[in-house]
């Protein structure tokens, strides 16, 4: 029996020059291990010379071992981060453990990552069975995790139809291309797509050409642009927003292609999106027939206390992007359409090689169930207004050195309102004292806990949070000549 490809799918056998190249045969099930071995003998080099392979390291041997680790980081891996020297051996909830027995309260969880916090059992049971069934096949066949997972997020969502990647700058990507096609239907030679400064869309190059931070550009353009066809506006501002929009279409061949926004700026400084605001998005894009689309990577699933951060915001936007949390840790990012794009790709206009493959699938199952399962976000609700309250509280008792606390759910950024103090001095003082937190722009402390943070586990991230403020107030009082 032969089993050939469908026809949707042929323009893909194009590539290895037959249908017949695709075919799958019932003499395949025969070919061995045998065989294979022979077909690797035969293909090995006759001279003898082949240099042989250097075994990895035993990662338990380096968590015995300190500061090899380090040291290993140093001589191999590109410097694209400014690491703590913290080595994370274990984790459990929201605490985790370093290889010296260290513990900390997790209010990082892996930048928004870790929904349902570290090792959690309906997680890790999701991903050992798919390990042990399938856990990667090419997006040629059918996968039925992908197939549920996508079902679960449009029945949970104004979205029609999904396309899977494996992070948010991808996710975003695919938006990115959505529009520009959406728009060359409708005729627009130049589209352009509008973002708003302090944005944050990802590290890749379109991107990060959307991403409005100029510090992220610096060295990556073309004599001295990035990638054309985005125009910036200021955030939550409707005056500055209509003029983009009146000067694209008074600028021949231009045309609205999109207006693309995170429903609360993360990396920008915890600022949520003003009503006002997108809702005027919601009418232009109407008016124009541009797409409204919204970064929800780290605000979305669950995290602002609805699943999706436009909820807040009474609006439906027309794409929307999610990652980070949507794994719970395993890699894995959607570009979620609605009606009005859900069909702009076409077989061969996109595609993933690890993108909604059955592992990442099965987390992200495991993750929808356990939200669905557990009222988390109730729980959300309730924890973030335990946390903004407990913010408030140790910002009016500390005025000369932190300002207005502002954000949704557990999603919450606190300003550091004394321009002599960086919030990474506030970050350490609290990592010193067991409890993780990362800084957001120029002057937030930001609080982005496992969604399944306990009412005490809050309140003793604030307990140690007020200690760290504290201390860093002393020090800031022994500076003072």
């Excluded at 627009?188 to 991107?207: D, M, N, V, Y």
């Excluded at 506006?233 to 005056?239: H, K, L, M, R, S």
């Excluded at 990442?360 to 309730?382: E, F, P, R, T, W």
């Excluded at 722009?441 to 943070?453: E, K």
Aim: with cysteine; proline share 4%.
């Amino acid at each position: 029996m032969k089993i050939v490809l469908s026809a949707s799918l042929a323009y893909l056998a194009s590539t290895a020059g037959s249908v017949n190249a695709f075919a799958v045969t019932s003499s395949s099930s025969n070919y061995g291990s045998t065989a294979l071995q022979a077909t690797i003998d035969e293909a090995a080099p006759a001279t003898g010379n082949k240099k042989a392979l250097v075994p990895p390291k035993s990662i338990d041997d380096l968590m015995s071992q300190d500061g090899e680790t380090g040291e290993l980081y140093d001589k191999n891996v590109q410097k694209t981060y400014g690491r703590y020297p913290l080595t994370i051996k274990n984790g459990k909830g929201c605490k985790l453990w370093t290889s010296d027995g260290k513990e900390f309260l997790d209010c990082v969880s892996g930048i928004a990552t870790c929904a349902l916090g570290h090792s959690n059992d309906e997680l890790n049971s999701a991903i050992s069975k798919q390990m042990e069934q399938v856990h990667h096949v090419s997006n040629l066949y059918l996968i039925p995790s992908q197939a549920a997972l996508a079902q679960w997020l449009c029945e949970n969502s104004v979205a029609s139809k999904a396309f899977f990647c494996n992070s948010g700058a991808e996710a975003n990507e695919a938006a990115i291309k959505c529009a520009r096609r959406h728009a060359s239907n409708r005729g627009i030679e130049k589209p352009i797509i509008i973002t708003a400064h302090q944005s944050f869309h990802g590290r890749t190059l379109a991107a990060l050409s959307a991403t409005a931070q100029p510090k992220y550009h610096k060295g990556f353009g073309y004599d001295g642009d990035m990638v054309p066809g985005f125009k910036y506006v200021n955030y939550n501002d409707v005056e500055d927003l209509k003029k983009a929009v009146q000067e694209i279409n008074e600028t021949e061949g231009q045309g609205l292609a999109a207006i693309m926004m995170e429903a609360l700026q993360g990396e920008g400084g915890i600022i949520p999106g003003d009503k006002a605001f997108f809702k005027t998005i919601r009418e232009i894009c109407d008016d124009t027939g541009a797409l409204m689309m919204m970064d929800e990577v780290q605000v979305g699933m669950g995290r602002s206390g609805t699943l999706w951060g436009y909820q807040n915001l009474d609006v439906e936007p027309d794409v929307f992007t999610s990652a980070k949390a949507l794994g719970g840790g395993v890699p894995i990012g959607a570009m979620l359409a609605g009606e009005k794009a859900a069909d702009v790709f076409g077989p061969g206009d996109h595609a993933s090689t690890y993108g909604g493959n059955p592992l990442a699938c099965s987390a992200g199952l495991a993750v929808a169930k356990y939200l669905s399962d557990h009222n988390i976000l109730d729980n959300v609700d309730a924890r973030g207004e335990q946390l903004e309250a407990g913010l408030n509280a140790i910002a009016d008792k500390y005025p000369d050195l932190l300002g207005g606390v502002r954000g949704w759910g557990l999603l919450r950024g606190i300003v550091v309102s004394d321009d002599s103090v960086p919030p990474g001095k506030i970050v350490q003082a609290a990592m010193d004292q067991g409890l993780l937190l990362v800084a957001a722009g120029a002057n937030v402390v930001r609080f982005v806990p496992p969604l399944i943070i306990s009412a005490e586990e809050i309140d003793s991230a604030l307990a140690i949070f007020e200690s760290a403020v504290q201390q860093v107030v002393a020090e800031q009082k022994n500076m003072t000549p």
